[in-house]
């Protein structure tokens, strides 16, 4: 028996999704960072206006030549987090003091670009960074020059998606954010009008957020 083409079951089934809401913070961007970058410092082209380009996420995984099941933890916690699976990154050299051939997995890393970067930006500005003990801000001075900026975190259990039972050991994580910025003065401002809360001049390093090695990247 033929189908019938206007089956109300088959139309709904066959019917496109609507298109999806930007992200929050991508929608904030949009609306009250760009006029504001705008006002400041006094943009004469859009395209002059600085955005964020990418986030990426590293963990140093040393432990994992001697314990192949850190890694896969660790692998677990970055996809929990960023909401992307990692990339492993292995050795390029071999290291004889530290036991270390070239080719092993030493580490992973994400990059997250588009919704999924906003998204993650999101909750580590507003969701993660604030439920920290003893929080006082993210250092403002691991800028890299070129308008990028390295955040050192001490651990993954201060996202709250991480179910603290099943951590087998705190680990750091890196985030560098890449922007299109041409100065650090640009790149500070764009953050702090998204929600990144930088510490007060003066104020010592939270105990959670600290500052991580500058690197020169675009």
């Known amino acids: ?11 709904e089934a066959a019917a496109p999704e609507g298109p999806r809401d930007k992200p929050r913070l991508h929608q904030r961007y949009l609306r009250d960072v760009v006029p504001a970058l705008v006002k ?4 004469q082209n859009p395209m002059q206006v600085p955005k964020v380009a ?4 590293n963990v140093g995984v040393g432990e994992a030549i001697a314990n192949a099941k850190a890694l896969d933890a660790t692998v677990r916690d970055v996809s929990i987090i960023t909401g992307q699976k990692p990339l492993i990154k292995k050795a390029r050299k071999s290291i004889a003091q ?5 080719g092993q997995n030493v580490g992973v890393m994400v990059t997250l670009r588009g ?16 439920r920290t003990r003893d929080f006082r801000g993210v250092p403002s001075r691991s800028f890299d020059g070129r308008g990028n900026f390295t955040l050192g975190l001490r651990e993954q259990l201060i996202f ?6 099943q951590v087998d050991k705190a680990r750091g994580l890196e985030v560098s954010i890449i922007t299109t910025a041409g100065t650090d003065q640009e790149a500070r401002r764009l953050l702090e009008l998204l929600g990144m809360p930088f510490q007060r001049e003066g104020e010592s390093l939270s105990p959670v957020a600290t ?3 500058s690197r020169r990247r675009r």
Do not use: C, H, Q
């Open 1 to 11: 028996m033929a189908r019938n083409p206007a089956d109300p079951a088959k139309t």
């Open 115 to 130: 919704e999924r970067m906003w998204e993650f930006l999101d909750r580590l500005m507003n969701a993660a960074l604030p």
């Open 211 to 213: 500052r991580a090695p």
């Open 40 to 43: 400041d410092f006094n943009y």
């Open 98 to 102: 530290f036991k270390l051939r070239e």
């Open 54 to 57: 990418k986030v990426s996420v």
């Open 160 to 165: 709250p998606e991480i179910n603290y039972d």
